[in-house]
């Protein structure tokens, strides 16, 4: 599977940008779909899971509550609604994908930029 993410930018705290990751190749409802992110500096961290049917999901405790992970397997695609960035979600994000864990992924989008001024 192929995966394209777009949707990133420079933000102002507290707002609002959704992120998406169109995949392409294998069937898409095969995959588990993920998030990350990898901030200046530091280790890339897990931000949120979706599971194939889409009625699972599991977030980082740094952005339960404020972000949103939803998929569209009509579509091919998996989003990410961030609210209430702050500056510390400044990062590179990531979607990731696999067809059999939540945990460790085997393909990799190339990352969106998103800077949360302040």
């Known amino acids: 599977v192929q995966l394209q993410a777009s949707g990133g930018g420079l933000v102002q705290a507290g707002g609002s940008p959704r992120l998406s990751c169109a995949a392409s190749?294998?069937?898409?409802?095969?995959?588990?779909m993920g998030w990350f992110r990898q901030a200046p500096g530091k280790e890339r961290e897990f931000v949120a899971v979706?599971?194939?049917?889409?009625?699972?999901?599991r977030y980082a405790g740094s952005v339960k509550g404020r972000f949103t992970i939803s998929r569209d397997n009509a579509k091919n695609t998996v989003s990410l609604q961030m609210n209430s960035l702050k500056p510390e979600d400044t990062a590179v994000y990531y979607c990731?994908?696999?067809?059999?864990?939540?945990?460790?992924?085997?393909?990799w989008g190339q990352g969106t930029q998103v800077t949360v001024s302040s």
């Open positions: 990731a994908a696999d067809l059999t864990s939540w945990v460790k992924y085997d393909y």
């Open positions: 190749g294998r069937t898409f409802r095969d995959y588990v």
């Open positions: 979706i599971l194939w049917s889409g009625d699972s999901t």
